[in-house]
């Protein structure tokens, strides 16, 4: 299956913008869908496909595509958005690889 | 309120069996694919396998092929994995998560449930 791979951690200072990569083969052909994870919770939906947001996620988090990389960008970045971000794609065999995955750290 | 519900977890040895249940509510549960995930403790998240509304198209993670059977009950509402041959390496918590397929290439898990621990250990 296809591998999606992505930055380890970035650091963003308190209300500035950081944007977190996603480059593999799959996204040339699918959309990808972007995952914030905090300690002991589950993963959340913060964007998928062109760039849309589920219900109750912020504005300052939007997505793009260009070619075999998918980024996902924080603008005013706040304090609870400290948190692993994964991103996720299907890819032709009809699997659904998750990215190597970000640490987002707020300064 | 949509929820998804995880349970079956628990500490079980080296070539052992589980079975996982998933109990969905407040959605048509019979009108989305469905996905098993897994993280192993302080790893990333790995997708399992999933499975079409019919139950007619199932895909799994090559880690997992011919040991792990993804299945469903749309008239429980209920999602399964069926996990046999354990390994260490399956340790994990694993979450069941709703697949919304928008188009051809736009899909994403909107829904995940809590999860539940598996251990596979000696």
């Known amino acids: 299956s296809s591998e999606l791979t992505q930055d380890p951690a970035v650091s963003v200072a308190l209300g500035q913008t950081v944007r977190i990569t996603c480059q593999g083969d799959?996204?040339?052909?699918?959309?990808a869908s972007w995952y914030q994870q905090k300690p002991g919770q589950a993963p959340v939906l913060v964007i998928y496909g062109k760039n849309n947001r589920p219900s109750g996620i912020p504005d300052r988090f939007s997505g793009s595509s260009s070619g075999n990389t998918a980024s996902l960008t924080i603008t005013g970045a706040q304090a609870e958005d400290e948190a692993d971000y994964y991103c996720?794609?299907?890819?032709?065999?009809?699997?659904?690889?998750f990215g190597t995955g970000t640490k987002v750290t707020v300064l | 309120e949509v929820q998804l519900v995880e349970s079956g977890g628990g500490l079980v040895q080296p070539g052992g069996s589980l079975r996982l249940s998933c109990a969905a509510s407040?959605?048509?549960?019979?009108?989305?694919?469905m996905s098993w995930v897994r993280q192993a403790p302080g790893k990333g998240l790995e997708w399992v396998a999933n499975?079409?509304?019919?139950?007619?198209?199932?895909y799994y993670v090559d880690s997992v092929k011919g040991r792990f059977t993804i299945s469903r009950d749309n008239a429980k509402n209920s999602l399964y994995l069926q996990m046999n041959s354990l390994r260490a390496e399956d340790t994990a918590v694993y979450y069941c998560?709703?697949?919304?397929?928008?188009?051809?290439?736009?899909?994403?898990?909107?829904?995940w449930g809590q999860g539940t621990m598996v251990t596979v250990s000696s």
């Open positions: 998560a709703r697949d919304i397929r928008i188009t051809g290439t736009m899909d994403a898990f909107d829904i």
């Open positions: 407040g959605f048509t549960f019979s009108s989305y694919w």
């Open positions: 499975i079409k509304q019919d139950g007619s198209e199932k």
């Open positions: 996720n794609s299907r890819d032709s065999s009809g699997n659904h690889p």
């Open positions: 799959s996204l040339r052909s699918y959309y």
